[in-house]
Protein backbone atom coordinates (compact mmCIF):
# COMPACT_ATOMS: atom_id res chain seq x y z
CA UNK A 1 0.00 0.00 0.00
CA UNK A 2 1.28 3.63 -1.14
CA UNK A 3 2.44 5.75 2.17
CA UNK A 4 -0.38 8.07 2.52
CA UNK A 5 0.15 11.67 3.60
CA UNK A 6 -3.39 11.90 4.20
CA UNK A 7 -6.61 10.00 4.90
CA UNK A 8 -10.06 11.03 5.71
CA UNK A 9 -12.80 8.30 6.66
CA UNK A 10 -16.07 8.64 6.35
CA UNK A 11 -15.54 12.58 6.50
CA UNK A 12 -18.58 14.75 6.82
CA UNK A 13 -20.38 18.37 8.09
CA UNK A 14 -23.51 19.19 8.10
CA UNK A 15 -24.47 22.79 8.71
CA UNK A 16 -28.04 22.44 10.40
CA UNK A 17 -29.90 20.72 7.65
CA UNK A 18 -27.28 20.79 4.87
CA UNK A 19 -24.84 18.00 4.15
CA UNK A 20 -22.27 19.94 2.83
CA UNK A 21 -19.60 16.91 3.08
CA UNK A 22 -20.79 13.36 3.17
CA UNK A 23 -19.04 10.78 4.16
CA UNK A 24 -15.49 11.46 1.79
CA UNK A 25 -12.72 9.24 1.76
CA UNK A 26 -9.42 10.86 0.40
CA UNK A 27 -6.09 9.07 0.10
CA UNK A 28 -3.42 10.99 -0.68
CA UNK A 29 -0.26 9.57 -1.31
CA UNK A 30 3.33 11.14 -0.38
CA UNK A 31 5.16 12.67 -3.50
CA UNK A 32 1.69 13.42 -5.20
CA UNK A 33 -0.51 16.46 -6.67
CA UNK A 34 -3.87 15.80 -5.56
CA UNK A 35 -6.41 17.33 -7.61
CA UNK A 36 -9.67 18.10 -5.64
CA UNK A 37 -11.91 19.06 -8.04
CA UNK A 38 -15.94 20.41 -8.16
CA UNK A 39 -17.89 23.16 -8.88
CA UNK A 40 -18.35 25.99 -7.02
CA UNK A 41 -20.70 24.85 -3.69
CA UNK A 42 -19.62 21.44 -4.26
CA UNK A 43 -17.96 21.16 -0.83
CA UNK A 44 -14.27 21.58 -1.58
CA UNK A 45 -13.27 24.39 0.30
CA UNK A 46 -15.54 23.03 4.07
CA UNK A 47 -13.50 19.65 3.24
CA UNK A 48 -10.34 21.38 3.30
CA UNK A 49 -10.90 23.19 6.43
CA UNK A 50 -11.97 20.00 8.50
CA UNK A 51 -8.59 18.71 7.03
CA UNK A 52 -6.52 21.60 8.79
CA UNK A 53 -8.98 21.92 11.75
CA UNK A 54 -10.66 24.68 11.30
CA UNK A 55 -13.82 23.21 11.02
CA UNK A 56 -14.58 20.46 13.06
CA UNK A 57 -16.12 17.12 11.64
CA UNK A 58 -19.62 16.08 12.22
CA UNK A 59 -18.67 12.69 11.59
CA UNK A 60 -15.77 11.00 10.54
CA UNK A 61 -12.00 11.25 10.82
CA UNK A 62 -8.64 13.33 9.25
CA UNK A 63 -5.16 10.97 9.16
CA UNK A 64 -1.71 13.03 8.86
CA UNK A 65 0.76 11.06 8.56
CA UNK A 66 -1.25 7.99 10.01
CA UNK A 67 -1.94 9.67 13.28
CA UNK A 68 -5.55 11.19 13.91
CA UNK A 69 -5.71 14.86 13.54
CA UNK A 70 -8.12 15.17 16.59
CA UNK A 71 -5.62 13.89 18.76
CA UNK A 72 -2.09 15.65 17.78
CA UNK A 73 -3.04 18.64 15.31
CA UNK A 74 -0.23 21.08 16.53
CA UNK A 75 2.54 18.43 16.01
CA UNK A 76 0.56 17.77 12.74
CA UNK A 77 0.08 20.83 11.12
CA UNK A 78 3.63 22.04 11.76
CA UNK A 79 4.85 20.06 8.75
CA UNK A 80 1.52 21.39 6.77
CA UNK A 81 1.39 24.74 4.36
CA UNK A 82 -1.64 26.02 3.68
CA UNK A 83 -3.30 28.95 1.18
CA UNK A 84 -7.03 29.13 1.94
CA UNK A 85 -8.87 30.93 -0.12
CA UNK A 86 -7.46 35.06 -0.92
CA UNK A 87 -3.94 35.99 1.20
CA UNK A 88 -3.99 38.91 3.53
CA UNK A 89 -1.27 40.92 3.47
CA UNK A 90 0.27 44.58 4.82
CA UNK A 91 0.03 46.24 1.22
CA UNK A 92 2.31 49.35 2.56
CA UNK A 93 5.23 46.80 3.23
CA UNK A 94 7.23 45.28 0.84
CA UNK A 95 7.63 41.45 0.32
CA UNK A 96 9.98 40.51 2.25
CA UNK A 97 8.51 42.16 4.99
CA UNK A 98 5.51 40.80 5.10
CA UNK A 99 7.48 37.20 5.31
CA UNK A 100 9.19 39.15 8.35
CA UNK A 101 5.76 39.70 9.95
CA UNK A 102 4.43 35.46 9.24
CA UNK A 103 8.32 34.42 10.44
CA UNK A 104 8.31 36.22 13.69
CA UNK A 105 4.89 35.16 14.61
CA UNK A 106 6.05 30.97 14.19
CA UNK A 107 9.34 31.78 15.18
CA UNK A 108 10.94 30.63 11.88
CA UNK A 109 14.72 30.59 10.83
CA UNK A 110 15.36 34.36 9.22
CA UNK A 111 17.45 32.20 6.76
CA UNK A 112 14.05 30.66 5.30
CA UNK A 113 12.96 34.14 4.26
CA UNK A 114 15.42 34.38 1.22
CA UNK A 115 14.89 30.07 0.46
CA UNK A 116 11.15 30.54 0.06
CA UNK A 117 11.45 33.84 -1.93
CA UNK A 118 13.77 32.09 -4.90
CA UNK A 119 11.46 29.11 -4.71
CA UNK A 120 8.52 31.42 -5.95
CA UNK A 121 10.81 33.39 -7.75
CA UNK A 122 9.93 36.53 -5.98
CA UNK A 123 13.82 37.40 -4.79
CA UNK A 124 14.22 39.66 -7.58
CA UNK A 125 10.95 41.58 -6.52
CA UNK A 126 11.30 41.06 -2.68
CA UNK A 127 11.84 44.64 -1.87
CA UNK A 128 8.57 46.04 -3.97
CA UNK A 129 5.73 47.23 -1.70
CA UNK A 130 3.09 44.67 -1.98
CA UNK A 131 0.36 47.02 -3.13
CA UNK A 132 3.02 47.24 -6.83
CA UNK A 133 2.31 43.64 -7.11
CA UNK A 134 0.12 41.66 -9.41
CA UNK A 135 -2.38 39.33 -8.55
CA UNK A 136 0.16 36.67 -9.79
CA UNK A 137 2.92 37.75 -7.77
CA UNK A 138 0.51 37.92 -4.39
CA UNK A 139 -0.63 34.28 -5.27
CA UNK A 140 3.56 33.69 -5.04
CA UNK A 141 3.80 35.50 -2.03
CA UNK A 142 0.81 33.70 -0.61
CA UNK A 143 2.56 30.55 -1.37
CA UNK A 144 5.99 31.79 0.14
CA UNK A 145 4.39 32.26 3.23
CA UNK A 146 2.93 28.52 3.38
CA UNK A 147 6.40 27.55 2.66
CA UNK A 148 8.12 28.74 5.27
CA UNK A 149 7.54 25.99 8.04
CA UNK A 150 9.25 23.81 5.24
CA UNK A 151 6.32 21.72 5.11
CA UNK A 152 6.24 17.82 3.66
CA UNK A 153 2.34 19.00 2.66
CA UNK A 154 1.00 22.36 0.73
CA UNK A 155 -2.52 22.42 1.04
CA UNK A 156 -3.80 24.78 -1.80
CA UNK A 157 -7.64 25.81 -1.88
CA UNK A 158 -8.74 28.03 -5.79
CA UNK A 159 -5.07 28.99 -5.69
CA UNK A 160 -4.97 30.03 -10.07
CA UNK A 161 -8.42 31.37 -9.10
CA UNK A 162 -8.52 35.10 -11.06
CA UNK A 163 -4.89 34.83 -12.52
CA UNK A 164 -4.54 35.49 -16.82
CA UNK A 165 -3.02 32.66 -18.54
CA UNK A 166 0.76 34.21 -17.82
CA UNK A 167 -0.03 33.82 -14.14
CA UNK A 168 -1.27 30.39 -14.15
CA UNK A 169 1.11 29.29 -16.01
CA UNK A 170 3.92 30.90 -13.57
CA UNK A 171 1.77 28.94 -10.41
CA UNK A 172 1.55 25.67 -12.47
CA UNK A 173 4.98 25.64 -13.31
CA UNK A 174 6.22 26.32 -9.58
CA UNK A 175 3.68 23.67 -8.95
CA UNK A 176 6.20 20.74 -10.41
CA UNK A 177 9.20 22.23 -9.02
CA UNK A 178 8.02 22.01 -5.50
CA UNK A 179 6.60 18.25 -6.27
CA UNK A 180 10.17 17.89 -7.71
CA UNK A 181 11.36 19.03 -4.16
CA UNK A 182 9.40 16.24 -2.52
CA UNK A 183 6.65 18.42 -1.66
CA UNK A 184 3.05 16.72 -1.75
CA UNK A 185 0.20 18.90 -3.15
CA UNK A 186 -3.27 18.95 -2.15
CA UNK A 187 -5.06 21.39 -4.79
CA UNK A 188 -8.32 22.37 -4.81
CA UNK A 189 -10.11 23.73 -8.42
CA UNK A 190 -12.87 24.23 -10.51
CA UNK A 191 -10.54 24.33 -13.36
CA UNK A 192 -10.31 20.61 -14.47
CA UNK A 193 -8.25 21.75 -17.60
CA UNK A 194 -5.87 23.10 -15.55
CA UNK A 195 -5.25 20.07 -13.03
CA UNK A 196 -4.96 17.89 -15.67
CA UNK A 197 -1.92 19.55 -16.74
CA UNK A 198 -0.28 18.65 -13.32
CA UNK A 199 -2.30 16.42 -11.19
CA UNK A 200 -1.53 12.92 -10.89
CA UNK A 201 -4.02 12.20 -9.00
CA UNK A 202 -8.09 13.20 -9.11
CA UNK A 203 -10.64 13.39 -6.58
CA UNK A 204 -14.14 14.88 -7.84
CA UNK A 205 -16.63 16.59 -5.40
CA UNK A 206 -20.17 16.64 -5.74
CA UNK A 207 -22.67 17.78 -3.69
CA UNK A 208 -20.97 17.38 -0.62
CA UNK A 209 -20.08 13.33 -1.82
CA UNK A 210 -16.82 12.03 -3.57
CA UNK A 211 -17.69 10.48 -6.83
CA UNK A 212 -14.35 9.62 -8.47
CA UNK A 213 -10.82 9.23 -7.10
CA UNK A 214 -7.81 8.25 -9.43
CA UNK A 215 -5.28 9.08 -12.07
CA UNK A 216 -6.12 10.64 -14.97
CA UNK A 217 -6.06 7.65 -16.44
CA UNK A 218 -8.55 6.23 -14.46
CA UNK A 219 -10.85 8.84 -15.05
CA UNK A 220 -10.55 8.74 -18.94
CA UNK A 221 -11.58 4.45 -18.64
CA UNK A 222 -14.09 5.36 -16.66
CA UNK A 223 -16.20 6.48 -18.95
CA UNK A 224 -16.52 5.60 -22.77
CA UNK A 225 -15.44 6.81 -26.06
CA UNK A 226 -17.95 7.96 -28.15
CA UNK A 227 -18.74 7.03 -32.16
CA UNK A 228 -19.79 10.21 -34.29
CA UNK A 229 -22.05 9.30 -37.06
CA UNK A 230 -22.71 11.66 -39.81
CA UNK A 231 -26.02 9.53 -41.29
CA UNK A 232 -28.76 10.80 -43.43
CA UNK A 233 -31.57 10.45 -41.14
CA UNK A 234 -30.85 10.99 -37.58
CA UNK A 235 -34.13 11.13 -35.76
CA UNK A 236 -34.86 7.80 -37.10
CA UNK A 237 -31.21 6.53 -35.74
CA UNK A 238 -32.04 7.63 -32.32
CA UNK A 239 -35.18 5.67 -32.18
CA UNK A 240 -33.40 3.21 -33.35
CA UNK A 241 -30.61 3.14 -30.60
CA UNK A 242 -33.57 3.61 -27.71
CA UNK A 243 -34.99 0.31 -29.02
CA UNK A 244 -31.59 -1.31 -28.28
CA UNK A 245 -31.19 0.52 -25.04
CA UNK A 246 -28.67 2.15 -26.52
CA UNK A 247 -28.20 6.55 -25.67
CA UNK A 248 -27.07 8.50 -28.71
CA UNK A 249 -27.72 12.06 -28.60
CA UNK A 250 -27.73 14.52 -31.61
CA UNK A 251 -24.35 16.59 -32.19
CA UNK A 252 -25.14 18.65 -35.35
CA UNK A 253 -27.75 17.97 -38.05
CA UNK A 254 -26.93 14.74 -39.57
CA UNK A 255 -24.83 14.36 -37.01
CA UNK A 256 -25.00 11.76 -33.81
CA UNK A 257 -22.62 11.17 -30.58
CA UNK A 258 -23.06 7.32 -29.52
CA UNK A 259 -21.21 5.93 -26.16
CA UNK A 260 -18.66 2.77 -27.08
CA UNK A 261 -16.32 1.23 -25.58
CA UNK A 262 -14.16 -0.24 -27.77
CA UNK A 263 -13.48 0.03 -31.78
CA UNK A 264 -14.68 -3.27 -32.15
CA UNK A 265 -18.48 -2.11 -30.83
CA UNK A 266 -18.42 0.78 -33.07
CA UNK A 267 -17.83 -1.30 -35.70
CA UNK A 268 -20.25 -3.53 -35.38
CA UNK A 269 -22.87 -0.73 -34.45
CA UNK A 270 -21.91 0.56 -38.07
CA UNK A 271 -22.47 -2.48 -39.64
CA UNK A 272 -26.07 -3.19 -38.25
CA UNK A 273 -27.23 0.64 -38.63
CA UNK A 274 -25.97 -0.29 -42.70
CA UNK A 275 -27.46 -3.18 -42.88
CA UNK A 276 -30.77 -1.83 -41.65
CA UNK A 277 -30.92 0.86 -44.39
CA UNK A 278 -29.33 3.79 -42.87
CA UNK A 279 -26.59 5.53 -45.23
CA UNK A 280 -23.59 6.75 -43.24
CA UNK A 281 -21.33 9.19 -44.75
CA UNK A 282 -19.12 9.40 -41.89
CA UNK A 283 -18.03 7.72 -39.03
CA UNK A 284 -14.85 8.63 -36.67
CA UNK A 285 -14.23 7.22 -32.93
CA UNK A 286 -13.43 10.01 -30.42
CA UNK A 287 -11.87 9.70 -26.86
CA UNK A 288 -14.07 12.70 -24.36
CA UNK A 289 -11.97 15.41 -23.04
CA UNK A 290 -11.23 15.53 -19.42
CA UNK A 291 -12.91 18.75 -19.37
CA UNK A 292 -16.47 16.94 -20.93
CA UNK A 293 -16.20 13.87 -18.28
CA UNK A 294 -15.70 16.33 -15.53
CA UNK A 295 -18.98 18.11 -16.60
CA UNK A 296 -20.71 15.23 -17.38
CA UNK A 297 -19.85 13.41 -13.92
CA UNK A 298 -20.54 17.31 -12.46
CA UNK A 299 -24.15 17.22 -13.72
CA UNK A 300 -26.79 16.46 -11.63
CA UNK A 301 -29.09 14.77 -14.40
CA UNK A 302 -26.19 12.62 -15.70
CA UNK A 303 -25.52 9.21 -14.10
CA UNK A 304 -21.74 9.04 -13.49
CA UNK A 305 -21.13 4.87 -14.29
CA UNK A 306 -20.79 2.58 -11.48
Given at each position: ????V??T ?9 LK ?22 A ?15 T ?14 S ?5 K ?8 S??P ?18 K ?22 Y???M ?18 LD ?9 G ?22 H???E????A ?12 F???P ?11 N?G ?43 V ?5 I ?19 D ?6
Amino acid sequence: MENLVLQTNSLSRNFNELKAVDQVDLSVPMGSIYGFLGPNGAGKTTTIRMLLGLVRPTEGQVVWFGRPLEKNSLELLRKVGSLIETPSYYPHLTGRENLEVIRRLTSGKKTDIQRVLQIVGLDKDANRMVKQYSLGMCQRLGLAISLLNNPSVLVLDEPINGLDPAGIHEIRELFLQLRDEGVTLFISSHLLSEMEQVATLLGIIRQGQLIFQGTPVDLRRHYPRRLNVGIDRPTDVLTWLNQKEIHGTTNTDHHIDIPIHDDEEAAGLIRAMVSDGFNIHEARCEQLSLEDIFLQVTNDEIQTGE
